[in-house]
């Protein structure tokens, strides 16, 4: 395995990618947010930590963030109208499916550009590479998934 320029701080990114799986989820403890706010199934908190001077945490929070709203676009029980909520314009329907796929292909993008583009054998890419297969494919139990996710990943790695 190799230590890229992103591997500088992999205490940071390993912990981004712990708090990144859950951190979407983190709707349901704050008053007034509906379960899956467009506000944290996005790519807004990894953007906020960036804005804040935080790279390499950032760039494992998005890593995750793309995990976790891969799972979500096939969600075992879709109750009610809507996905995802924004505050604005309230629930996006069937637009929520194009939403959260954008958000994974957003934030793969981004994390991927703060890890300096990594070798596919490197820390960053191996270490989301596993959280990808056992959050989706053990936890979720979410081949639909890890389907989306791992075309996102290719996509971004083949264009990026
Ligand atoms: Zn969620």
């Not at 109208?81 to 069937?94: E, W």
């Not at 981004?110 to 990808?132: E, K, N």
Request: glycine share 8%; net charge positive; with cysteine.
């Amino acid at each position: 395995m190799t230590w890229t320029t992103a591997g500088q701080s992999p205490p940071l990114f390993l912990l981004g990618l712990l708090i990144g799986i859950w951190l979407p989820d983190i709707d349901l403890a704050i008053p007034y947010l509906p379960h899956r706010s467009g506000l944290t199934h996005s790519i807004l908190p990894g953007l906020i930590l960036l804005f804040i001077g935080q790279p390499r945490l950032a760039a494992g929070i998005l890593a995750a963030t793309a995990i976790h709203l891969s799972a979500d676009m096939f969600p075992v029980s879709w109750r009610g109208s809507a996905l995802i909520y924004l505050p604005l314009t309230g629930g996006l329907g069937l637009w929520s499916m194009a939403f959260l796929g954008l958000n994974v292909l957003a934030a793969l993008l981004i994390a991927y550009h703060l890890m300096q583009r990594p070798a596919l054998d490197s820390l960053p890419m191996v270490t989301t590479g596993l959280l990808a297969l056992a959050y989706l494919l053990l936890k979720e139990w979410s081949l639909s998934g890890f389907v989306v996710f791992a075309a996102c990943a290719w996509l971004v790695r083949r264009v990026a």
